[in-house]
Structures are given as structure tokens and as C-alpha cells.
């Protein structure tokens, strides 16, 4: 029996829970010996000029081996991504100018790490301070440049769909202006590598999500050849997005090494990552939606702000994915979205869990709900009037997204049965009936995101059988948590019907697999899932014409048992060849045993869900209890459900989590006041329910797996639903609206200034 | 400032500063990598350890300061044959760990809880691990692993 949709236990976990993994900051190798630490001078201003910088006495100090600023650096700055303004590219080190607090300003390579922390008190920058953008819409203005030669504060401005008269015609316009806060990436490995020179190569230990393109972006900078550039990525602490790119610290370390002769390490701080990562989110959105008093949906206008922090980066590009998302689940036959990416003087903002995506569905779902509200109907009901129907897929919206395939009410009617909705309904009209002080709010969201895109996407595997029979599958996917070891073995087990303990997989060092594009945007499965699978079909073509050969028949007559791994003679009760025989014999003819696939899907996919969440509101504190969350994902065909459901529990801890209480702050001269894990909320055990999930499965036919990505849709659907019941709660004191976070300030303010009075 | 400590059952002697954190003289001076650091402020709970059975977070400690005491770390928790910690059993067999940087702390931390109080219910398994941040499982799991294990520990003892 195929062990492909089990609950298969992971192959990588005795290790993590006996000696615990092996990330950057613990790899001990040869080529480290004897590491210099790295230290990083930062800002503490958000916005100045450079005058000075006095760094003899940190030179002098004990065990510094070297201190270098902006003047010093003689490799190129990194470029934007094609689309920016390529006036605003930053340097690796502040050159003149600070734009955020954070930003490294200097260098320090010492001994030992403390030294280096030492060392770093006695170097003096002096600022001349400038005019500081906290404000995105300020930034907008363009009165204060915060980077002159692009001559606008503006990175990208996109519009899709423009039309004066979108809302022509519709009985009900309703708008609100919402904000999709900012929210820090938190993984729980800060950043973190070395680099050593070694035969005259750059060997580089990154804390990653894509060793490949690390290596690429290394190689560019230092005018090296990629095949000159050696990429390991070790056990990775979690990076939900935010360990896609390559920041300055790590680029840095290749010339550091190489200017004092070693090897060189840098772990970061948690209180530097939550100012110099990069954070997620931070959009201001307006929305407006249109249609007729039945509750049907004519018409949509999505207008996003997005604070790409002092530099550009990923941020700066999330109103694209938000954008092709915008009408999300549902028939809207008019779709305008306008968006400007501006820079401000805080932390530049990255791919975080649902990049995008989270922003398009909380905009829609709260413009479902403020249009639910404003005819009077139920937002369940408005909803399901407005669904795509289950027989329209494959189906291209008005934002020229195809989505593949879906039953978006069948998701709606799981939740709502297994959540027990009439009778939720119920239980919340009694509390506001007796006007209880704790009252019940419900919410529900459906979203359908893009996974392994924006584009159609491709990823390599090769799968080698060797002679002992075992087996060794090369993917160019970047596990960091989600158990690629485990799913990749499965398939090749059960394809080729060799026991998991006989199979290793190989990911993450750029010298033993050839290419590679890593792990982000949920696509690991679905591409580099399917390239491992068609990798072991082909490895099965190759070995039964080698089976063929050694029993003297022709490759028809071969039956290949995928249970144990055998060719037989069709029909006949030999007892054939194994893995072993094959093997051996191709490798005496002088060729491994071995096939390499990029599988290349023709589309993206898009699973889809839907999301209850129950809240429990302390009318008189404004306290938010989130008590139920259940949840229907349908991610396609489900190749382990242990996996699938870790993936969803951790998306939805920390969809609801933005809904909940998580925000990064600014004061407004651009100082960080969440800046360390005791002043910012990451969540915790005890602010969050177990929750219930409920399976669904409409499979792809995008690939051959049948599978979408499941990585970041917890977090897609969670926060809306979880924000939607906190507004619920409060919608009989006619309180319509609440930005995220649900602190219980500003929910006690909600209900202070609500249209009927204080509390129930 | 010459110290003494025992770790994993071994004893080790050793010069050191009498700034450098627990978890540094753990991780640098002893060499064990188990223990892991995730913030800087006594707020995650990665560096979680027992010290003479206790757990304490690591990173706020001096290690001069348990001069004399015992130190157990996520590698001396199996047993002498590798066989795995019931809590560590459960926290596989319930998928509750993925990139693995939380679990030595929180696997050290659940089996104090445990030891004060054997049979937690799903509350007090959530606020006994409130130290203790995971950024990628949302707790569920974890929740779970340290529930079936106090009923494994129940059933054999
Ligand atoms: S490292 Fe000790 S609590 Fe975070
Ligand atoms: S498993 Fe990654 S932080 Fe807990």
C-alpha cells in the first residue's frame, strides 16, 4: 500500500529533539576554525547626515582586528530589482546619509563577540540631523525626499482596471480606509552566517530559504563566477520569507574574511533583527465596493499605500501579488486597484508569511463585511451570493488571475457546519440580549491565494539510486521547518518501494545540487515535489531497460513492484532483479543510476479556504479572548496530513496573531519602540485556542502531485476572519469597522465612542 | 574565575569570565549546540535548561553564578541507549516541533512542567510554556505532545 497521504513521522526530528539541529551559529568545521567575529555599528537616528565618524579608539580596543565604514568598501551596491527607482539602491554601509535606525554604519571584526560588542561603545558617528518620514502618506507628499537623486518618495506605482465610473449604476458604494499594520517576521534564528575564503572560493553558511540564490547574489558582487561561490544553508531557524533575499551583513562578510585573513562569523542580535531584518506587511488601503441591495457585488476599488520602508525591497512589491488577488473568492465584474509603493525612515519591509496575499484578502473580506453591514444582511449570506461557483474553474477573474480549481462554497458550508454556526448565532443573540459584559463575536472569512508564483514556476531534482539500494534525492527546494526530508523521501519510497531509512535527501549547499530556487511563496512541494516525482518515474524507465538487459527480455515484459522494489518478468515466478542488481549494472557500464528533472508547471495554483473564528470581547475592559478558530484549507491532494496540519496550525497562529496584537511601532521621530521581544507581542501559548481543522481536497491539475501550496494559507485566511469577529462582537453597538491590532485599548475606545453608547 | 559545573552527568572545571552568559559557557566553553539563543531580552525561551532539575532560561544567568550546580541540556535527556524522553517521543509522534530552533527549550521547559505537575490540563500546558516562543507550529501541536506525554508518564508510572 502507497504510504503517499499517510501520516508519515519525520525523518528529520530524532536529531532536532536528542542533539538538537545544526544552524549557522553551531557548525563547526575545518574551514571555520579560528573565526573572527562580526559586529555591526548601527544608526540610532532615522534620518541624518553623516559628518563625521571617529573609530580610532575601537580600533585600539582589545582584541579588534579591524573597523571599516562606508569609505572603506570597495564592492558595488547591490541593484534593486529591475521595476524600482534605481536612485534609492542602498549601500552596504550607511554612506553619508542614515535613513533608518538600524541601518549599519560601521563594521567590527574582533576575536571574540564581546569584544566586538565592546568595541562597537567607542565608535562615534556625528549626525547632522534631517527631516523624518514615519507617515506614508507624508511620504506620498514628496516634500521631504529621503533619497533626492530619484527626485519622488514614490518606488512603484501600479494601476490596473482604471475607470472614473466604476460604481455606476450600483445601488449601495460603501468605503472605509483600513490598515494592514506593520508586523515583524520573528523566526526564531535571527540571522546569521560565515564566510571563509577557501582554494580561492567564497564559501558562505547562510541561515536561508534559497542557497542558490544567495550564491548568485554573492557571486555578482564580488565578480565572481557562480561555480566559484559555495552556498551551505545548515539547519534554518524558520525564515517566513524574510531570509529570501540577501541583506548587507551577510554580503559584507566575504570581504571582511578576506581583509583580515580568516574566516569570519555574525549572528545578529534578536534587538538588531527587529530593527535590520525587515518586517512585513504595512499597507494602508482604501477600499470601496459597490452593488445592488440584495447583497450582490458590482463593483470594487482597492487603493494601496504600501510603506516600503528606507530602502526598497520585497515590500515595495507585495501590492503587485496583492493586487492580482484583490476580488478574491468571489464573481466581481468591475475590479480597479491603484497602488504606490513610498520609502520612509523605518526598516525596509520583506516577504512575510503570505506576502501579498494577506493584504488582498483582509481588504476584501473587511469590504464584504462593511457591504454586509450596510444592506443589512447576514455576511455569511453576502458572501455565498457572490461566490465563484464550483462549476466555472477553470476560472479568470477580473484581475486576470486564472485560478485553477476550487468548490469555494463547499469550504463555506464546512466551516459553518463543523464551527456549528446557527447555533453560534444563537448563543451571541442570548449575550446581547441579557447584555452580558462578555460578549460573543463571529467571524468568517474565504480566501483563495496564489501559491508558486506570481508566474509559472519551475524547480530541479535528481534522484540517484546507488548500489547498496539506497537512494539519494537532490532538491533545489530549501527546507527550513517544513519537512522536506520526510515528504520527498516518501515519494520516492513509494515509487520505488525503497524503505525511507535507505533514502537521503540533499538540499541547501550549492555544491551538490546543481541548481535550485528554494523555498518561499509555497511552492516546495508542488514544483520541487514534482520534479522529485518525476525524477524517480524516469530513474524507473532508465532500470527497467538495464532490468530488461540482465534477465534477457525485452523492457515491456518488466514488472516493476513498487512495493519492494523488484523487476520481474511479467507473468513468470522468477524472483527477478533488485535495486541493487540495476544499479551495479549501470554503474558498470560507467553511468550512474540517476535522472534529473526541472519540472516546469504551465501555471500557478491556488488553494482556497475558509476560516471561522469565535472571540470573546470584555465589554468593560476591551479584552479579546480568541476562544474557537476552525478552519477548512484545500490545498489540492494532500501528500501528508501531519505536515499539511503543522503548516495551517503555524499560518493561522500568526495570521491571528496580526489580527490579535502583534504591531511594529515608530515614534515620530522614526525611534523603534518595538524593537526587542519584551516590547513587541510575538504570541504566545496562552493567547491562542487549539484549533479544528477540517479537511477538503480538490486536487490541481496543474501537476502531477495534484498539490498546491499549503505553507502560508493559514495565515491568509486567519487574520480576517479573526479581525472580522472582533468587529462582530461590537457591530449591535454599530461599531463597523477596527483596524488590527485588537488591543484591548483600542477595542475599549471602540466601544467608548461606539454610535450606541457605552457598552452593552 | 575557575567554576565547576556538571553537565549532562559529567563534570567540567574551567576558567571563565565572570560576565559570560550560562548559555555561552554551555554553548562555547562546553561545546554543546543544543541550546539555543533567540533573543536578548529573557523573552523566548530557546535557551531553556534544567538547573538541578528546575528549568530557568539560560541566557540570564551568569555561569559563574551556579558554580558547584547541574546543568541537564536537550543532549542528555535520552537515555544512555538513545531511547527518547517521553517528552520527546510525544513531540515527534505529535508532529510538534518544524524548523527545531524552539524545541530544546521547549522540550526542557515541558518536562519541568511535567515534574511540578503531572497532569496538566490544556490550559495549564499553555500557560506553563508561556516563556517559551515557537514562531512556526502556532503551539497546537506542542500543546498536544506535552498532553500525551503526561498521560504516557501517567500510564507507566
Ligand atoms: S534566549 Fe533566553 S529567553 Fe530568549
Ligand atoms: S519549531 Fe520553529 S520556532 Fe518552534
Redesign the pocket.
Known sequence: MSILGNRVLRVEDPKLLTSGGTYVADVRVPELDGAAHITYVRSTIAHANITGMEVDEARQAPGVLGVFTAADIDLGVPPLLPMFNQAMARPLLADGVVRFVGEPVAVIVSERPEQGADASELVWPDYDPLPVIVDPMESARDEVLLHPAAGTNVVLALTYGEDPNLFDGCEVVVSEDIVNQRVAVVPLESRSAAAAWVDGRLWQWSSTQNAHGVRDVLAGQYGLDPAAVRVIAPDVGGGFGAKIGVTPEEVLLGWLARRVGRPVRWSET?SENMVAMGHGRGQWQKIEIGGRRDGTVEAYRLTILQDGGAYPNMGALLPWLTRVMAPGTYVIPRVEVASRAVVTNTTCTVAYRGAGRPEATAAIERAMDIFAFEVGMDPVEVRRKNLIPADAFPYTTATDAVYDSGDYEEALDRVLEGAGYQELRAEQARRREAADVVQMGIGVALYVEITAGPTAGSEHARVVVDVDGSATIYTGTSAHGQGHDTAFATLVSSRLGIPMDKITVVHGDTDLVERGQGTMGSRSLQLGGSAVFEAAAEVITRATQIAARLLEVTPGEIAFDDSNGAFRVAGGDEPGVGWPDVAGASKFDGTPLAASVDFQASEPTFPFGAHLAVVDVDTETGQVRLVRFVAVDDAGRILNPLLAEGQRHGGIAQGSAQALLEEVCFDADGNPVTSN?ADYAAISATELPSFELIAMETPTPINPLGAKGIGESGTVGSTPAVQSAVVDALGHLGVRHLDMPATAERVWRAIQDAPSGKGA | MEMTLTVNGTSHTADVEPRTLL?HHIREGIGLTGT?????????????VLLDGQSI????VLAVQVDGQSVTTIEGLAGADGTMHPVQAAFREHHGLQCGYCTP?MVMAAVSLLAEQPNPDERAVREGIE?N?CRCTGYHNIVQAVLSAASAQEGGS
Request: with cysteine; hydrophobic share 20%; glycine share 18%.
Open positions: 534578536r521581544l | 548559555v539555543n539563543v533567540g533573543c536578548d531580552t529573557t523573552s523566548c525561551g530557546a535557551c531553556t532560561k539560560s541566557c540570564t527549550g516563556g516562543l
